[in-house]
């Protein structure tokens, strides 16, 4: 099974300031038909997790240009410039590309 | 408005079957693959089950295959998952989400509980 790693487990950042999450694969994650499928979730507390970015560095409709997906092969990042108070949660990476579907382990983003 | 509600949670006894149901709206829910992700207590998602628009073609992880059916009834706008020798392993949050090449519609979510 692929697994994703993702680095920091947490994360606590101060109001206006960037936030970065790397998600590391065990295998390269670009499928035959040159895609790669890896997605980024939010889970607020108490909430369903919610779509953030599809696709390495696709935003979801209505997700603020402030997250910014990127990474290719192996090692992916989500980065969160001028984090607001609604970013707090828990993010996921995971990936569509290998059977089974899988998700990282999640990093919690605190707010100082 | 898209909405996905599941239902059918509750405690069970472990090897004891349950089934959980997911009702659809707002969008055509033939058009759609669909899955279930769930969530052990304080713990990740783990991805369980997805389901092709027609019923047709089916996918399990593991841990779950042999003993978690997915279905569907397009006519009904509903999507179930028959979990079948329950372990205590798989006590969890289910949410059925709707799959476009992601999931881009969350559910919100029904516990299961297995305990004796």
């Known amino acids: 099974d692929v697994v994703l790693t993702q680095t920091p487990v947490s994360l606590s950042v101060t109001l206006g300031d960037q936030a970065s999450i790397s998600c590391r694969s065990s295998?390269?994650?670009?499928?035959?038909?040159?895609?790669?499928?890896l997605e980024w979730y939010l889970q607020k507390p108490g909430q369903s997790p919610q779509l953030l970015i599809y696709e390495v560095s696709n935003r979801f409709s209505g997700v603020p240009d402030r997250f910014i997906g990127s990474g290719s092969g192996t090692d992916f990042t989500l980065k969160i410039s001028r984090v607001e108070p609604e970013d707090l949660g828990v993010y996921y990476c995971?990936?569509?590309?290998?059977?089974?579907?899988?998700f990282g382990s999640g990093t919690k983003l605190e707010i100082k | 408005e898209v909405q996905l509600v599941e239902s059918g949670g509750g405690l069970v006894q472990p090897g004891r079957s349950l089934k959980l149901s997911c009702a659809a709206s707002g969008f055509t829910f033939s058009n759609y693959y669909m899955a279930w992700v769930r969530q052990a207590p304080k713990k990740g998602l783990e991805w369980v089950a997805t389901?092709?628009?027609?019923?047709?073609?089916?996918y399990y992880p593991d841990s779950v295959k042999g003993r978690f059916t997915i279905s569907r009834d397009n006519a009904k706008s509903s999507l179930y998952l028959q979990m079948n020798s329950l372990k205590s392993e798989d006590t969890a949050t289910y949410y059925c989400?709707?799959?476009?090449?992601?999931?881009?519609?969350w559910g919100p979510g029904t516990m299961v509980t297995v305990s004796s």
């Open positions: 989400a709707r799959r476009t090449g992601y999931f881009d519609f």
């Open positions: 389901i092709s628009t027609s019923g047709s073609r089916t």
């Open positions: 295998q390269s994650l670009e499928y035959s038909d040159g895609y790669t499928y």
């Open positions: 995971f990936q569509a590309t290998h059977d089974p579907l899988t």
